[in-house]
């Protein structure tokens, strides 16, 4: 298993930029497809985000899109989520997560999680 470690979160005006980290450890980086999901208070864990292990596909939710860009560094084992335009609908706990081999926009489908990170969107 990866260990992963997000930061960058905060509270922001709507309207407002954040960017997220995510640092990886413990197994090769450049294996593993990145995502982002987030959670908002009383709601599930849903999908905003994922990036293919060479960074050539990416996916996002159609909440975000338009709006947010996944990124990575393999040199620096660490995966970005470029937040612009934020929305107070688009506060939550922020979490990264990694599976071996190809990207998917399934939860289910990444076996290594980070503990996450707030971002609060005020109006």
């Known amino acids: 298993q990866v260990q992963l470690v997000e930061s960058g979160g905060g509270l922001v005006q709507a309207g407002g930029s954040l960017r997220l980290s995510c640092a990886a450890s413990?197994?090769?980086?450049?294996?593993?497809?990145m995502g982002w999901f987030r959670q908002a208070p009383g709601k599930e864990r849903e999908f905003v985000a994922t990036i293919s292990i060479g960074d050539s596909i990416t996916y996002y939710a159609t909440s975000v899109k338009g709006r947010f860009t996944i990124s990575r560094d393999n040199a620096k084992n660490t995966v970005y989520l470029q937040m612009n335009s934020l929305k107070v609908e688009d506060t939550a706990v922020y979490y990264c997560?990694?599976?071996?081999?190809?990207?998917?926009?399934?939860?289910?489908?990444?076996?290594?999680w980070g503990q996450g990170t707030q971002v609060t969107v005020s109006s």
């Open positions: 997560a990694a599976r071996m081999g190809s990207t998917s926009t399934d939860m289910a489908a990444f076996g290594s």
């Open positions: 413990g197994r090769t980086f450049s294996n593993y497809a």
